[in-house]
């Protein structure tokens, strides 16, 4: 069962990869580390369950 902070952390990855690229073709390179940096937390903070739950659409298996 995914919550809405799992959910909410999800649209923020999104947000922050939306932004990054955005940065990232303007040419602004030091706001695009940021927002690489934010992004990379934000991927790193995903619950266990967030994990289990893409893995399982992927069909990875760690068997």
């Known amino acids: 069962m995914t ?3 799992d959910q909410a952390r999800e649209e923020r990855i ?3 990869a939306a ?3 955005v940065a990232m073709v303007a040419g602004e ?3 695009a580390t940021r927002l690489h ?3 990379k937390a934000a991927v ?3 619950s266990t369950e967030q994990v289990r739950s893409m893995e ?3 069909g990875v298996s760690h068997a």
Do not use: G, I
């Open 3 to 5: 919550t809405n902070f």
């Open 14 to 16: 999104q947000m922050l």
């Open 19 to 21: 932004l990054m690229r």
């Open 29 to 31: 390179r030091e706001e």
């Open 37 to 39: 940096s934010e992004f």
């Open 44 to 46: 790193l903070a995903r």
């Open 56 to 58: 399982k659409r992927m």
